[in-house]
Every structure is written in structure tokens, then in C-alpha cells.
């Protein structure tokens, strides 16, 4: 016995295994009248689409096991449409399963490597034409062409700027001043004190300049606030925080400090928002500093007081931007 | 008439009192009255019809609580550390949890959930009445007050609804998670009476809707988008849940690509 | 010659005398394509692409990409006065008054979603049997490239109808270039073409959307195709396969029948999914305005494991002479895929540097003869999975009565701790299956049935397999482990010695394998038996 390890060989292609519809006229023709059907259940599918499309009524409903009530008019325009076009397939794979000849075929594949005197042959021409060009002869040509087409590749860059206006202190700026009143949103009617009970959330917006009617939505990105009232001795703040809140009332923006998501979840008994976008939770008594979740920052907090007639009011505008974190933001 | 005497106050009150028509006009006052004060009475509170009906009742709801809500709550509802205070939760409060059947609450879970209703519509009044006799609060809302197909708008409770109410209870009303494991339950199969008073009471983590900044007739409006919404049949087929991505995603790993892998494996496979 | 033939003949005589198509189109009609299901996973990506091209087609046809603000007056009640974007009515009527509309929209965007599973089961399929070693490293990185851009234009597509579900998508989209350092708020500014939302970028998304991503995606599929052509597709190991051979079907007629028979099984699955299963509902996500959100907000799935990534980011942000860097945003959002996606693109060559393999391969792997390389696939989906599971941490809790905290916590914890467990347990289990592969060579098919011998020992009768089949658990390459040298031969430390001392580590736990069976060992056991 030699030292040598023997490894199993390759048998060769199986031989072939004739399917019933091979041998036999009487399975062939079954197997014909399978694909047939399946390509006449398919036209049946178009019709049923097409009388669904012109005749059935796109209000009427029907209840359907499972599905609940379903309008037929969609329903059957949709199953018309997919037993049409499954059909189809199922039809045409049956034909080739099972008519169509299954011997496997060989075929060889090609090295895909040009042989080693072709290789040389375009290693020549290219240097050949490389040469004929004579970039490597002429460096002022060279240079003046990269600095042509290095140029050139400033333009389309350059074409883009009027995209967008730069920011300049848009991200910093609120429609919130001292003195504006916080209106309900929606309704744009404005709050008293006593409106709210303990425990109450309202949304509410900075109410619209005298003339103005309508808000864009480019305001309300960064004008929501929320308002939540607690009893004044659930706060833990600092004197300074304290004293931008009134009678327990608190103004949180509602744009997340994450990625502005609006922050409206309110759980009254622990006193915690969440937001739903990526379950940053902030505690309202201690000025809705971050608590879990990937929030860096608390919500920024708007200070409030009462005007004259009782009507909350903002006392300034927000100590630091709302939204979203950015580059320049210092904090 | 005899003749009054300057500033005999006395004696002028004496005599009117004993005019002929003192009678009739204090009869006709006296109905008034009681007229305006059942009025303005019954159209916040249907259910009890006299003060007589009602001290019964608050006797009745007395001793319900106390079998069956003062081990938790105190034996004067001023509540301790495992339940909150009664005192001041209003008719409103107890019609909605004891209703809904989240209260007597089944275990000391984060939550109080929906479940079946152990108490009967009169012993829920009881209860009701006489949480409210401890002291004033939100009262049940009478069916005059609950016309929603009258007084509401769809589409501003649907502006209403995406605003206040669809980041906790999500756009559908299908219910939302909250942290901790609470949770912002389902508001589909629930009775417009209970919405209306969820909202003024804020139960638990609940936050309170005052009627000055959502009004009672905006209140309408949600409670009709959310019945309009709950009435709505499924557009465009199955509604996978109305959650949103997470259902339709896992429909076309399941569903979508078995059906095709399916297809795929049955046309390599050779015919017999 | 039948008139038929005749015909045929002159048209096809017409077309070659101006093209010479009958040479090559001879060759390519007999083309053999060998004959795998999972080889149709492919398909299932460029057949639905079709239908997204279709289905988009018929939806542009009503679809209205503005920003301008309309007060709705169509048919579905809940919306009447509603004040939104030209852009979500137009998307409402495609629903309610044109007919087939929503029909097509529910395909269109069931198709978007089935494309992306083609895709990653495709990619798992191609990655697990090797297929994209040499020749094919180009077109691995086309598909990877199909695959990037087709998250983006998924994305792009269903923020296209400005409803409160996918605007609020696009807000955070905008955070995140937003938090880019230095130019980020420049870059998000010129995006929108101000601040957010403005009125610029649904109707620039749109031109991505329509234009722009589906012209690249034609010049990326024909150069994918057009590889996969000519360089042949690639076997599963078997009797009668070798590298130099194709087995399998010519393409006419069967390839034909079968390939286009499958395209209209996906059309049709697709469609019946568009019928039966409502999809991206707007008209109750309501229009997008800022100041609402809706509890259980997700991207689609195929984005679904980038929000899982950001929401169990740590709450990192660092400040400094009045510059904040957000690294809670940019970590999940930017850096992590894109280090992902780079390795991803890399792994041919990553492997190749590994094993020292520079061979071209057109035969298959099993996974379980690539133990390494099966495991470090396991250990990205686990981490892919554990991702995507957080992407959807609240509907999970509210459904299975977990909450929130936990998946979060379970969530950054898994991320890191599974992963390596995954690979570990593959492995192994890639080891036993060559462990059982070789024992089925040697003492065949366990049958079941029980013979007791004359001297009473209990034996189970084992069936000797089939020589294509004892050839199929034979036939793969088991490569040994790089030797490099640290040292030439003059005993100086050559200055890649570190390098190669990894590689050779690489290489070494690359080649852990159970040798395969061999004759010489049957036929000494069959000299026992």
C-alpha cells in the first residue's frame, strides 16, 4: 500500500432520469393541459380585473374572513391583477419543467486572462499612444491641461451654491420675544393661568403678529412649546429656572434637542416626556434634564410670567437655540 | 292699606307678608326656583333626580368603597402609599376607572389595565356619588353634553387627535408604549363617555386635558375622528395592525419572500 | 421551409446584415446557466425593479411634488379643510379617485420593500457560498453599491407623499447632516433650501428619486448583469462540476421560460400583496407639520436597524471653544455604517489578503466547509438583527409586555456581547456539520434498522452513500494555513513581520477545519467491515 492518500473521485455527470412526460404521450398531454389552464386562469385574472376596473362601485364594502370589511372594488382589481400575471409564470415554468428538454448541457468556460502576447501587445499600444500624445515630452502642455479641467471641475460646485441660503443665526432665532403671548395649538386662543388644572399639558405656539393669519411651517419647527402645570413645590430647580416658571406652570420647547422630533409625551404621575423617535426621556422638575436614552441635552426652557390681563406671556426669548444640535451651537 | 310709618322696616315686612297675594307669589317663586335648580342640576348629572336619591346613594357608594376600595384607598379615601388620594377626583374619575373596569385593580403593577367591569352601572353611580360628595371635582358628563355627531368635526378631531393625543396613543389609536413598561392603551371599543372623561380626569400617566385649552367642543371633535376612526373599514386590504412600518416590514420577510423562495425551490426542482 | 420559417428567416436576415447579430446571439441563445434556486434570489431583485420602474411610472403620472400648501377638498372625510402639501393631496387622490391608484401605490411600495429583502438575501446567498471571490470582486462591489443606494432611494420614495410618518423621518434625516461638523448646518441649509422644512426638498427628492438614483441604478444593473454574463455564473459543487465547466440549461428555451416565468411570479406575488395587504396608510398618518408626532414612529425596515442604532447611542456630545460635535448622532448615523458598508464592499479582498487565496473560483462554497468565513457573516447579521430589533423597541414591549428601558439596555449590551458569541457558536456548528459530512462518507447512511449479529452485539445497518453524493461532500478545497516568513534568509527581520505574523494567525484559524474523507480511508474501513 503506497503512503499516498487516495481522494474520492468525481463519478461524471449522473446519468439522466427521463421525467413521465419523456416517455409517455398520455403525461405529456397532461402536463400540456396544466400549462394551458394555468394561462386560461391567467386570462380569466384580466377579465376580472377589467370588469373590476369598469363596473364595480368604489364604495362598496364586503366582509371578508380574516380581512375584516374590504372594499371590493380594490380587492378584486388587486386579485385580478396578481392571479393574471401569476398565472402567467406558473404556466410558463410548468412548460419548461416539465415539456421543455431537462438534459443538462455542459459548457466549457474560457480562461478569461488574454494570453500573455496579447497583454504585451496592449502594453505597447498604449505606450505607443501614450507616446504619440507626448504628454511626458511637453510639461507645459501637461500642466496647462490640469489646471484647465481642475478649474472646470470647480464649476458645477460653484453652480450649486444658490441651493439653499446660508444659515447665519436662523438655527439660533425663535418667533418667541418677551411679551409674547402663548397661544393654544390649535385654536390660537391665548392661555390664563387658571386655565390650567395640575397635571394639564398644553400645545401651544407664540401667538401671530397683528395682521398675520397664517403660520409656516418653518415657524412651528421651532416655536412649539409645551406647557405642563405641576404643583409649585414638585419643581427641583435652581432659583434662576424657578423663576421662569409661574405658579407651577413650566414652558419646555417642544422640538427634541436629539433630532427635533416633537417631544409631547407627557407621563403625569412620574412627571417624565418621552419622545417617541428614540426614547429620550426628560424629568420636567429638574427643567427636563436628560434622564435615558441618547438626548445630550435638556429641552431648552422658556421663561414665563403673566401680562396685565393675566395672559401667559413669554418673558424672553429662549436662552439657547431650539432643536437639534449643530456645529456653532455653543453650549 | 294702613298707613306706613317712615324707616318701621318691621312693621312694613309684617305687613306684606300677610298680604293677600303673598301666597300666590311665594308659590310662584318657589316653583321657579326649584325649577332653575333642577335644571341647572340635572344638566351635569343625570343620574340621581333628587337630594333624597342621592343621599341614598352616597350611603350605598359609602359602603362599596368601603368593602371593596378602602384597603388600598383608606377608609376616608384620603389614600397612602400604594393609592393615590380620592379626595377631590370628581364623579368623572370614578365613573371612568371603575367603568372601564381597570378598578379594583388586579395586581400592584405599574399599570391599571381595562378589563371586565365588576361593579353594575347603579353601584358604579354609588361609588360616584359619593367619591363626589367628599369633595368637588369633574363630574360625569351628561349625554346632552356627549352629542358628538351634533357638535364635533371630523377632520378638526383629527387635527385635534394628531396634536394632543397621537404620541401616546399613535396615529390610529392603536396604543402606544410609555416608559417603564406603561403603556397608552388601544382606544378602539371605548365608550365615548370614557374618552371624554380620561380626558378631563387624567388618569394616571395620563396628563389632564383642560376644557379652557381643548374645549368641550373639541373634545367632541376627537371623540368623533376616534369613532369615525374605530368605524372606518380597512382601505387597500389587511391593516397589518395600523403601527406602521414594523408589521409591514415583517409581512414581507415572512409572507413576501416565502411565497418567492417557495416558487424559486418548486422551478429548480426537477419534474417527475 | 414553412412560411413561418421563411419569414422569420428574412427578419432575422434583415436585422444581422445591419448589426452581425446572428454570431453572437447564436452563442448567447445556447448559453447554459446552471439551475439553483437560491441562484433566483438575484432575480427576485431585478424583476422587482421592473415593477418599481412600472408601478412609479403610472404614479407620476398624478402625483404633484410640491410643498405648496392646499386645503383639502377630495374624497376622504376625515381630511376635509385640512390644510397640507400639494404633494399629500395629490397622493390622497392617487388613493381615492384615481382608479387602480392605490392599487399601484400598495405595489410600488410592497415591491420597494421586496427589492430590499432580494437584495440581502441575495447578498446573504452570495456571501455565504463565496461567490464573490475571484473573477467576481467588481461585481460584489456593484452589488453593495446597489444596495447603499437602494436604502436611499426607498427612503426617498415613501418621504415623497409629506405625510406625519415619513416627515418626521426627514426631520431627522435633517438633524443628521445638520450635526455634520463644520459645514453641517451649510449642507442642511442648502438641502432645504433654508431651514426646515421649507419648501425646496420634496421636489428635489423627487428628481433624485425619479430621475437621477434610477438611471444609476440601470447603468449599475446592466454593468451587474453584464458581469454575471460573461463571466458565467458561478455552481454549487457537484457531480460532473468543476471550475472550468458550466452545467445546467441553455438559455433558450428553458432558461427563457423559466427566468421570464419567474418575473411574472414576482409581478403577480407582489400584486396580490398590494391587494390584500394595506401599505404606508397616509391618510391616517395625517400630513407632516412639525409640532406633531406619532407614538411607534419607524422607517422602513431596511433603515429600521439605523434608528435602532441611534436610539441606543449614549447621550455623547462634546463641546469645546463654543463648537459642538454631536457624536450620539454621528456615531449611529454616519461613521458606524459607513465603516459597515466600506467593509463590506472590502471583504473580497479582505478575505483573499487572508487566506492568501488568488485563485479564481467559479465553483461554490457549502457555508459549512468555510467555517470562518460563515461565522463572521452570522456575527454581522447578529449584530444587524440586534439593531434592527431596537429600531422597533416600542411596538415589541407594548406587544410582548416588555418596556421600553430594558430592550434598550438589552439592546446596547447585545450589541456588542452577541456578536462574538454568534461567531463562536457557527463555528462551531460549521465544524460539526463537516464532522457529520465526514462520518456519512465513511460509514454511509444511518438506515434505522437494527440487525443482531450471531454473537449477539447489536448493530444499525449503514447504507453506503452515492458516489455523486460521497463526491459532493468531498469535492471542496481545504486550503492550508499561510506560512510567511518573519525572517529572510539572511535571518533579518523582514519589515512586514508583523503583518505577516497576523496574516499567518488569520489564516491559521481560517484553515480549522475536520479533514474531509478520503478513499484511501473507506477502503480501510470497508477492509474492516
Known amino acids: ?331 | 292699606m294702613k298707613e306706613f310709618k317712615e324707616g318701621n322696616l318691621v312693621k312694613r315686612l309684617s305687613r306684606l307678608r300677610r298680604h293677600r297675594a303673598a301666597g300666590p307669589i311665594l308659590l310662584v317663586f318657589a316653583l321657579f326656583s326649584i325649577g332653575t335648580t333642577f335644571q341647572v342640576a340635572s344638566a351635569v348629572d343625570t343620574s340621581t333626580t333628587s337630594a333624597a336619591e342621592r343621599t341614598v346613594a352616597i350611603e350605598e357608594g359609602k359602603q362599596l368603597f368601603l368593602k371593596g376600595c378602602s384597603s388600598c384607598h383608606g377608609l376616608n379615601a384620603e389614600g397612602g402609599t400604594i393609592a393615590p388620594s380620592l379626595i377631590g377626583v370628581g364623579a368623572a374619575s370614578v365613573d371612568f376607572q371603575v367603568g372601564t373596569g381597570r378598578m379594583p385593580m388586579a395586581d400592584m403593577s405599574q399599570q391599571a389595565m381595562r378589563k371586565a367591569v365588576v361593579y353594575t352601572p347603579a353601584e358604579i353611580n354609588a361609588l360616584a356619588t359619593y367619591v363626589a360628595s367628599l369633595a368637588p371635582g369633574p363630574e360625569v358628563p351628561g349625554d346632552e353634553l356627549l352629542n358628538y355627531e351634533r357638535d364635533g368635526s371630523v377632520a378638526e378631531g383629527g387635527e385635534l387627535f394628531r396634536t394632543n393625543c397621537a404620541m401616546c396613543h399613535n396615529f390610529a389609536a392603536q396604543g402606544g408604549a410609555l416608559t417603564k413598561g406603561k403603556y397608552a392603551p388601544t382606544l378602539m371599543g371605548v365608550e365615548p363617555k370614557h374618552i371624554y372623561e380620561a380626558m378631563v380626569t387624567g388618569p394616571q400617566s395620563m396628563p389632564v386635558f383642560s376644557d379652557k385649552t381643548l374645549t368641550p367642543e373639541e373634545k367632541l371633535s376627537i371623540i368623533k375622528w376616534i369613532k369615525a376612526a374605530e368605524a372606518e373599514p380597512q382601505l387597500g386590504g389587511i391593516a397589518l395592525g395600523r403601527v406602521g412600518p414594523v408589521t409591514e416590514g415583517l409581512l414581507a420577510w415572512t409572507l413576501g419572500i416565502g411565497l418567492l423562495i417557495g416558487v424559486a425551490v418548486w422551478l429548480a426542482m426537477k419534474a417527475r | 421551409m414553412t412560411a413561418r420559417e421563411r419569414i422569420a428567416g428574412n427578419v432575422a436576415g434583415y436585422v444581422d446584415d445591419r448589426t452581425g447579430a446572428a454570431k453572437w446571439m447564436k452563442k448567447n441563445l445556447t448559453k447554459v446557466f446552471p439551475d439553483h434556486w437560491s441562484f433566483l434570489l438575484g432575480e427576485i431583485c431585478l424583476y422587482s425593479f421592473i415593477i418599481l420602474l412600472a408601478s412609479g411610472t403610472f404614479l407620476t403620472f398624478w402625483f404633484d411634488p410640491s410643498m405648496k400648501e392646499v386645503v383639502y377638498d377630495g374624497a376622504y372625510a376625515p381630511l376635509q379643510g385640512v390644510e397640507m402639501s400639494a404633494a399629500y393631496a395629490s397622493a390622497l387622490d392617487i388613493s381615492f379617485e384615481v382608479r387602480g391608484g392605490l392599487l399601484m401605490r400598495q405595489i410600488h411600495h410592497w415591491a420597494a420593500l421586496i427589492f430590499m429583502v432580494g437584495i440581502v438575501v441575495h447578498l446573504l446567498r452570495v456571501y455565504f457560498t463565496g461567490a464573490f471571490r475571484k473573477p467576481r470582486e467588481f461585481n460584489w462591489i456593484i452589488g453593495i453599491g446597489l444596495l447603499t443606494l437602494g436604502i436611499v432611494e426607498g427612503f426617498l420614495g415613501y418621504s415623497l407623499p409629506d405625510d406625519l410618518l415619513s416627515g418626521t423621518g426627514i426631520r431627522i434625516a435633517e438633524a443628521i447632516i445638520q450635526a455634520i461638523p463644520v459645514v453641517g448646518s451649510y449642507l442642511a441649509f442648502f438641502a432645504f433650501g433654508g431651514a426646515f422644512p421649507g419648501e425646496a426638498f420634496i421636489p428635489r427628492i423627487y428628481t433624485v428619486h425619479i430621475l437621477l438614483l434610477p438611471g444609476i441604478f440601470l447603468a449599475l444593473i446592466t454593468v451587474h448583469l453584464m458581469l454575471v454574463w460573461y463571466q458565467k455564473h458561478t455552481q454549487f459543487p457537484g457531480p460532473g462540476r468543476t471550475e472550468k465547466n458550466v452545467v445546467g440549461y441553455p438559455l433558450m428555451p428553458v432558461y427563457m421560460a423559466k427566468a421570464g416565468g419567474f418575473f411574472f411570479i414576482v409581478f403577480g406575488v407582489t400584486a396580490f400583496l398590494g391587494a390584500v395587504a394595506s401599505i404606508n396608510p397616509i391618510w391616517l398618518y395625517g400630513p407632516y407639520t412639525p409640532g406633531q408626532i406619532s407614538a411607534g414612529s419607524q422607517p422602513d425596515w431596511y433603515m429600521g436597524w439605523l434608528d435602532g442604532l441611534v436610539r441606543m447611542a449614549p447621550p455623547l456630545e462634546t463641546y469645546f471653544f463654543g463648537y459642538t460635535i454631536s457624536w450620539n448622532i454621528l456615531i449611529p448615523g454616519l461613521i458606524l455604517p459607513g465603516i459597515m458598508f466600506t467593509l463590506l464592499a472590502l471583504y473580497p479582498f479582505i478575505e483573499s489578503w487572508a487566506t492568501g487565496d488568488k485563485r479564481e473560483h467559479h465553483l461554490l462554497d457549502r457555508p459549512r466547509n468555510a467555517p470562518n468565513r460563515t461565522a463572521i457573516g452570522a456575527m454581522a447579521l447578529t449584530f444587524t438583527l440586534v439593531s434592527l430589533i431596537n429600531g422597533g423597541n416600542d411596538i415589541i414591549a407594548t406587544t410582548f409586555d416588555l418596556t421600553i428601558n430594558q430592550m434598550m439596555w438589552f439592546s446596547r449590551i447585545g450589541v456588542i456581547v452577541l456578536p462574538p458569541i454568534a461567531f463562536v457558536v457557527t463555528k462551531r456548528i460549521c465544524l460539526s456539520l463537516q464532522r457529520a459530512d465526514r462520518e456519512l462518507v465513511l460509514h454511509g447512511r444511518e438506515t434505522g434498522r437494527l440487525v443482531r449479529l450471531p454473537h449477539g452485539e447489536f448493530v444499525e445497518i449503514h447504507e453506503p452513500i452515492s458516489a455523486e453524493k460521497a463526491w459532493t461532500l468531498t469535492s471542496h478545497e481545504q486550503l492550508a494555513p499561510l506560512e510567511l516568513p518573519e525572517f529572510d534568509e539572511a535571518g533579518v527581520r523582514r519589515p512586514k513581520a508583523l503583518l505577516n505574523k497576523v496574516r499567518n494567525r488569520i489564516s491559521r484559524a481560517n484553515a480549522v477545519a475536520v479533514p474531509k474523507a478520503t478513499e484511501t480511508e473507506r477502503k480501510e474501513l470497508e477492509g474492516h467491515h
Not at chain 1, 139 to 167: F, Y
Request: charge should be negative.
Open chain 1, 1 to 331: 500500500m503506497s503512503n499516498e492518500i487516495e481522494a474520492i473521485k468525481d463519478p461524471g455527470l449522473p446519468a439522466h432520469v427521463h421525467r413521465r412526460a419523456d416517455n409517455d404521450e398520455k403525461y405529456a398531454r397532461r402536463a400540456e393541459n396544466q400549462v394551458a389552464i394555468l394561462f386560461l386562469l391567467s386570462a380569466l385574472g384580466t377579465i376580472l380585473l377589467i370588469v373590476s376596473y369598469i363596473f364595480i362601485p368604489d364604495d362598496i364594502f364586503v366582509f371578508i374572513p380574516i380581512m375584516g370589511e374590504q372594499n371590493i372594488h380594490q380587492l378584486l382589481l388587486g386579485l385580478g391583477m396578481a392571479i393574471a400575471l401569476f398565472c402567467i409564470g406558473a404556466g410558463l415554468i410548468h412548460w419548461a419543467k416539465t415539456l421543455m428538454p431537462d438534459e443538462e448541457v455542459i459548457a466549457e468556460r474560457h480562461e478569461f486572462r488574454s494570453d500573455d502576447e496579447d497583454r504585451a501587445e496592449f502594453v505597447k499600444t498604449v505606450k505607443a499612444g501614450a507616446g504619440a500624445a507626448g504628454l511626458g515630452r511637453r510639461p507645459l502642455i501637461k500642466r496647462t491641461l490640469g489646471l484647465a479641467l481642475g478649474l472646470s471641475g470647480l464649476t458645477p460646485l460653484l453652480l450649486l451654491r444658490d441651493l439653499g441660503p446660508l444659515p447665519k443665526d436662523e438655527l439660533k432665532k425663535t418667533s418667541w420675544k418677551a411679551g409674547t403671548r402663548l397661544v393654544t395649538d390649535p385654536g390660537d386662543r391665548p392661555i390664563k393661568a387658571s386655565d390650567l388644572e395640575v397635571g394639564a399639558v398644553a400645545q401651544t405656539l407664540p401667538e401671530l403678529p397683528a395682521g398675520e393669519h397664517h403660520r409656516s411651517l418653518n415657524d412651528i419647527a421651532k416655536d412649539a412649546v409645551l406647557l405642563i402645570r405641576l404643583r409649585p413645590e414638585d419643581f427641583n430647580l435652581d432659583d434662576e429656572r424657578l423663576s421662569w416658571t409661574h405658579e407651577g406652570i413650566i414652558a419646555f420647547s417642544k422640538i427634541c434637542s436629539h433630532m427635533g422630533c416633537a417631544v409631547a409625551l407627557y407621563e403625569q404621575q412620574t412627571k417624565h416626556l418621552l419622545c417617541p423617535c428614540h426614547q429620550s426621556t426628560f424629568d420636567v422638575t429638574r427643567a427636563a434634564k436628560v434622564i435615558f436614552g441618547p438626548a445630550a441635552r435638556p429641552l431648552p426652557q422658556l421663561a414665563i410670567t403673566v401680562d396685565e390681563e393675566g395672559y401667559l406671556v413669554a418673558q424672553a426669548p429662549f436662552n439657547e437655540p431650539v432643536g437639534p444640535s449643530f456645529w456653532e451651537r455653543t453650549s
